[in-house]
């Protein structure tokens, strides 16, 4: 056996391999390496479709599948939908974009922020979110102590610079950024910035995604005169409520992007909204929760799990102050 079937051989084991390994004869072992390796000689990247690495078998933007996705699985979210779906796109067409993508991600709880960070992640990586290009930070599990700032600002840039030094397409998750510690973002400023490189490695590839309940009171209080006014939600422009927006999330105290460089040098490229969700926008939730389990259609059953939740202003019942997050529960309750 020579040395180029030995190592074809040992890497068939490898791939293909996944318990005990039998014994079998040379002969045997001879002729299937051989054959291996005259069928790696047709398929040099054959590796790469067994193992995720940072290649366009792993990695493929799926425009259509975002827009499904989004279309069909997020309620009550216009403007997020519009525009999550142009930024992404844009980014993800440009061979050569300046910076890297930087999406805010704002609105009450249960609204659909972390669900939309999971369909970009779907339509990206062919693995989602269990990829190992994409990197979840939760500020309360990942950043607890005030008095660790300086700690975990380290940490926080050598966890990207590894990460984007392994693959140029990276996406980092901040959840709970009204939680985290002010100051404590600024620390990753150069490489969201319009550097070409640092220390020789290209930030500008990678996206950069945080979610946060601060600002979701502006929101909310622009979509409720909206709703008083008698106007229909649909007309809610961006214009209307990202000015405010991104005011509110840069003055809150208790935020984590407080007087925020990112913020005062202009590098978050969009600040999205989350709109309050409507009782019809409940029931679609759940309807939705009946589809994924592959339960049959129960309008009745919808009403009655979005009946339970509670809506606010009390005197007129608008807006669900949890949004859909509890509709998975509600549904177990009943079947």
């Known amino acids: ?3 180029r079937q030995h190592q074809t051989l040992l890497l068939l084991l490898l791939v293909c391999g996944g318990g005990a390994i039998e014994i079998i004869s040379t002969g045997i072992a001879v002729g299937m390496a051989a054959a291996l390796t005259g069928f790696l000689a047709s ?22 599948g975002l827009q499904a996705d989004l279309e069909s699985q997020l309620f009550g979210q216009h403007i997020a939908s519009r525009i999550i779906l142009k930024a992404v796109t844009g980014f993800m067409n440009n061979n050569n974009p300046k910076k890297p993508l930087v999406l805010s991600l704002h609105g009450w709880t249960g609204t659909g922020k972390n669900f939309v960070s999971q369909l970009i992640a779907d339509n990206i990586y062919k693995k989602g979110m269990d990829s190992s290009f994409v990197h979840i930070f939760t500020s309360e599990l990942h950043f607890p102590h005030a008095s660790q ?18 693959c140029a397409h990276s996406m980092f998750i901040f959840d709970e950024m009204d939680k985290m ?19 020789g490695v290209s930030y500008r590839k990678a996206i950069f995604i945080f979610l946060s309940n601060a600002g979701g009171e502006s929101i909310t209080h622009t979509t409720l005169d909206f709703w ?3 106007k229909d939600r649909e007309e809610l422009a961006l214009k209307d409520v990202e000015m405010s927006l991104s005011l509110a999330v840069f003055n809150n105290k208790n935020s ?16 999205v909204p989350f709109l309050p969700l409507e009782y019809r926008h409940v029931v679609q939730c759940a309807m939705a929760e009946m ?5 049959p259609p129960n309008p009745d059953l919808a009403n009655q799990v979005a009946s339970e939740l509670t809506y606010f202003p009390k005197t007129d019942r608008v807006f669900s102050v ?14």
């Open 1 to 3: 056996m020579n040395s």
């Open 43 to 64: 398929y040099p990247n054959i590796f790469y479709y067994f193992h995720e690495c940072c290649r366009a078998e792993w990695i493929s933007f799926n425009k259509t």
């Open 149 to 166: 700032i300086d700690t975990y600002k380290s940490q926080l840039q050598h966890w990207i610079r590894g990460n984007v030094t392994n």
């Open 181 to 199: 510690h002010p100051g404590l973002i600024d620390s990753i400023k150069p490489f969201v910035d319009y550097y070409e490189k640092l220390d």
């Open 228 to 230: 008083k006014t008698g």
């Open 256 to 271: 984590g992007l407080w007087h925020t460089s990112l913020i005062d040098k202009n590098l978050v490229d969009f600040f």
């Open 291 to 295: 589809e994924a389990r592959g339960l």
């Open 322 to 335: 949890k949004g859909c997050k509890t509709i998975e529960s509600k549904l177990d309750y009943y079947l």
